[in-house]
């Protein structure tokens, strides 16, 4: 009696289309992570920079407590820092302006009570995080 060995000699094309499928599923995961990855960082970064501007604000405004706790250092949303030569109006100005250089569409608020109370707030556009607009806010006494 003579036996028929059937004997597989290598991958079907079904199975190596499948092994294809599950490797590319598996790409294009490890790939949405990495942009995932690099959004979350770059949000990371700039609250980063927030946290410093604020805390330069709040040093400038130790620097000059007097003319702080009268209100000097005061600002809005928004508002054009005062013009002048004084240390405050330097101050502000240099401020706003790192704010605009270093945040996309970067604007801060200062506002300081008589106790020397301070609260620091800066906006800024983070769209790589798909947020329009994100806030970090300090509270300080100066």
Same mark, same amino acid.
């Not at 798909?130 to 607009?133: D, E, G, I």
């Not at 806030?135 to 300090?138: D, I, L, S």
């Given at each position: 009696?003579n036996?028929?060995?059937? @004997? ?22 490890i790939?949405g ?6 959004r979350? /960082?770059? %949000?990371?970064?700039l *609250?980063?920079?927030? #946290?410093v ?6 040093? *400038?405004?130790r620097? /000059?407590k ?7 250092? /005061?600002?809005s949303?928004g508002a @054009?820092p005062?013009?002048?030569s004084t240390?405050?109006a #330097?101050?502000?100005?240099q401020w706003? @302006?790192?704010?605009k /250089? @270093?945040?996309? %569409? ?16 800066? *906006?800024w556009?983070?769209? *790589?995080a798909?947020?329009?607009?994100q806030?970090?806010?300090?509270d300080?006494?100066?």
């Open positions: 009696m036996r028929i060995r059937h @004997t597989q000699a290598g991958f079907s094309m079904i199975e190596l289309l499948i092994a294809v499928l599950i490797v590319s599923v598996g790409l294009l995961g790939a992570l990495q942009a995932y990855g690099l979350a /960082n770059h %949000s990371s970064y *609250r980063s920079q927030a #946290t501007l604020a805390y330069d604000a709040l040093d *400038r405004m620097a /000059n007097e003319v702080a706790t009268a209100g000097t250092y /005061n600002l949303f @054009t005062p013009s002048g240390v405050a #330097t101050d502000l100005q706003t @302006t790192n704010l /250089n @270093t945040l996309p %569409s970067g604007e801060g608020s200062i506002q300081v009570d008589s106790q020397g109370f301070a609260t620091v707030q800066i *906006r556009l983070d769209d *790589r798909q947020q329009s607009k806030t970090f806010e300090v300080s006494q100066l």
